[in-house]
């Protein structure tokens, strides 16, 4: 059974910065495709960034040009890169596959907090 363990997240001030990491229990070599969803309160978890080995990496507008994911697969690590925060960039942060199936059980998360 993979674990998904997210860290890094906290409470930054608009226009500042923070790194998350996913660390992935077993190898991450054998999973293509990887990503970050966040979910706000009240809204769907929505997924917000993914790397494919081989082929690139995709954002949703939203964020795009502000995160940059990578990935370390001798760490089984995945990261987000996340730079000109806005505070609706607030929510928690989980890391899996891009879908439609999803890595069970999802990890608890990481909280992004970004003050105006």
């Known amino acids: 059974q993979v674990q998904l363990v997210e860290s890094g997240g906290g409470l930054v001030q608009a226009g500042g910065s923070l790194r998350l990491s996913c660390s992935v229990s077993?190898?991450?070599?054998?999973?293509?495709?990887m990503g970050w969803y966040r979910q706000a309160p009240g809204k769907q978890r929505e997924l917000v960034a993914s790397?494919?080995?081989?082929?690139?990496?995709d954002y949703a507008d939203s964020v795009k040009g502000r995160f940059t994911i990578s990935r370390d697969n001798a760490k089984n690590t995945v990261y987000l890169q996340m730079n000109s925060l806005k505070p609706e960039d607030t929510a928690v942060y989980y890391c899996?596959?891009?879908?439609?199936?999803?890595?069970?059980?999802w990890g608890q998360g990481t909280l992004v907090t970004v003050s105006s």
């Open positions: 899996n596959i891009p879908g439609p199936a999803y890595l069970e059980p």
């Open positions: 077993g190898s991450i070599i054998s999973i293509n495709s």
């Open positions: 790397i494919t080995d081989g082929v690139g990496t």
